[in-house]
């Protein structure tokens, strides 16, 4: 018991993000944990009780209509990335008319992708990528009658790259499928790039974007978006005490505390706040991997601002040893995300540590 | 635009909790606020890069098991009771050896189930109840060889009864069947009671409890708690980039605020804080079920801090123009919540509105 106590929360501290080189997650913006603790004791998931945050969520939703290029969006605050992944991949079950239904995604989609697949029965087909990107031909092959959903990614999780999304909505909507976007990393640096991933861009029917990633709210504020309302009719479940009479969501307590910090994370960044970020993060990346490179690693990227190198497993331990949070993709580089709380001067500090080693 | 920036978070302030009847989260206990406040940009998601909440969840899971019954008990902090039924379906449907799976619960199951059920492709079956409270025998009749969980309510979300758990739990024994409980509410005010309901009342597998409702933490702060860590194991999904290597959660990220403040409720309540708070709402619930009884109306309960009444629809709609957040069950009886927050003298004013009605 007297052992049990030492391990409460008595004097912990949250680690600080100044060797975090990992996390697709980062400090919030001021403004998000203000917002966030604000709105600590109210839940979205009873929209008839706490009001005030059901309006607040309408204007989150708003404004990722506006980062996504839907004038009139539908969508919600998820837990996170994972539940909106899995929500889309659901909503495409449901629609569909097969009892034997697949998903096609590449196979650098996120592991949420595979945990829906067992959760709702679909099976996931993934295909080779080219480069790590989507090889939209051999997505092609994969497609049959019971491909109910087919995936792009913008902004992969291990190298940061962005899919063909305009070809896969097109390989999408001739196999009459849902098309998703996962931009649940990149959604808030893409709107700086030229690359075409989102509503605008594409006829894709929903997308995963994270306003607790690069959009700097507070965990946990995920985001799903659709195109419609209707969209989310096939997951309607009645609710018989609430005020109100039905729900869409995948769980049900939900944190104000997310929704708050979204929308003042996004009306405190959006879009010039962002732009300022993409930027920093991006250069930082740049200078990362030509550090690296001239160190004589194998760098990929930055394509986003994501590097992965080809750093031995010992050289990982070794500066794990030091403190970095640091990892490494399923083929074994390391790889070094560029989150917005990843500083210039904390990347030259990780240099001197591999020079050192 | 203007209008958009009108319905923002300049000014906007979360609803307080003063004619909040109807909720069953609450204002967390100071403690809590404070750990979630310390805690909001952590990730026990992810606990290689998050280590200090990775501990703090150990602990959570610690204290829930000396709630439950439990000296070493196995379950993660979810993001809510709902999260937690879906796993423990979801576990019961993995371990089992059919393709035709069915879950026996009683009528009054949250509708979390109907929504688990849906999601995973299993059958719901549902019994009818007698006096609200589980019918052990009409459970037995819908029991065959593809039940793969029987459910009990310890606290329904309705009338705040507790299912006969034990011998539930008999039942589930005879068929092969997992064992869930879904405590989600009532778990912080039962150990104070004389009910049946935990690990050591019965061979039960798995129970949700959430310390965002009666346990006084701030959402997301769901609990799992299951009676061996193999529980999980038909969980498992490969996480290829984190420090770690697998996953059994339902979400990906999830928020170390929840966790902390689960913790620190727990450390500050458990056990004495927690009686006073159920003595405290049981004696609330008792003077308001005199009253209304008094004043010629048909109340249920209080079993637990809860009331129901025959009070009419139209007296619903005025209650709810005078600012009381109120719901109905799905019998349209109205129903009252004695949540901490839940004062005598905000009752008094309640009862008092009524007599004005």
Redesign the interface.
């Known amino acids: 018991m007297q052992q049990?106590q030492q391990?409460?929360?008595?004097g912990?501290?949250?680690?600080d993000?100044d060797r975090?080189l990992?996390?697709?997650?980062?400090?919030?913006h001021p403004a998000a944990?203000e917002?966030?603790?604000?709105?600590?004791?109210?839940?979205p998931?009873?929209p008839?009780?706490?009001?005030?945050?059901a309006?607040?969520e309408?204007?989150a939703v708003?404004l990722l209509g506006a980062v996504t290029g839907l004038d009139d969006p539908a969508g919600y605050v998820t837990?996170?990335?994972?539940?909106a992944n899995?929500q889309a991949v659901?909503i495409a079950r449901?629609r569909a008319d097969t009892n034997d239904p697949n998903v096609v995604a590449p196979k650098s989609a996120h592991?949420?992708f595979?945990?829906a697949a067992?959760?709702?029965?679909v099976e996931l087909r993934t295909a080779p990528t080219a480069d790590h990107r989507a090889d939209v031909d051999a997505m092609n092959e994969l497609v049959d009658e019971d491909t109910v959903a087919l995936v792009g990614v913008a902004g992969s999780?291990?190298y940061g790259v962005v899919d063909p999304i305009p070809a896969i909505a097109e390989l999408a909507n001739d196999a009459d499928a849902l098309c998703h976007v996962d931009a649940a990393w990149g959604g808030f640096y893409l709107p700086f790039t030229d690359f075409e991933w989102h509503f605008g861009h594409a006829d894709i029917d929903t997308l995963t974007i994270?306003p607790?990633k690069v959009g700097q709210a507070?965990?946990?504020s995920?985001g799903l978006v659709a195109r419609s309302e209707e969209v989310f009719d096939p997951l309607a479940?009645?609710?018989?005490?609430?005020?109100t009479t039905s729900?869409v969501t995948?769980?049900?307590?939900?944190?104000?505390?997310?929704v708050?910090s979204a929308?003042?994370a996004m009306?405190a960044l959006w879009p010039e706040g962002y732009r300022e970020q993409y930027r920093r993060s991006m250069d930082n990346a740049e200078w990362l991997a030509d550090q690296l490179r001239a160190r004589g690693h194998d760098v990929f990227g930055p394509v986003l601002p994501l590097v992965t190198a080809d750093l031995s497993v010992p050289m990982t331990d070794e500066l794990r040893g030091r403190g970095w949070?640091v990892?490494?993709?399923?083929s074994g580089e390391m790889?070094i995300v560029c989150m917005p709380h990843v500083t210039r001067s904390m990347l030259r500090s990780f240099v001197a540590d591999l020079d050192w080693y």
Chains 1, 2 share one sequence.
């Not at 391990?7 to 008595?10: T, V």
């Not at 067992?118 to 029965?121: F, K, R, S």
């Open positions: 049990a391990a409460g929360l008595e912990m501290q949250p680690q993000f975090v990992t996390s697709m997650c980062t400090e919030p944990r917002a966030a603790e604000r709105f600590l004791a109210t839940n998931g009873d008839g009780t706490y009001q005030t945050v309006e607040l309408e204007r708003e837990s996170g990335g994972t539940e899995i659901r449901n592991f949420s595979r945990k067992e959760l709702l029965g999780t291990e994270d607790h507070a965990v946990p995920g479940i009645d609710t018989p005490y609430l005020e729900q995948l769980t049900g307590t939900r944190s104000g505390a997310g708050a929308v003042a009306e949070r990892s490494k993709t399923g790889r």
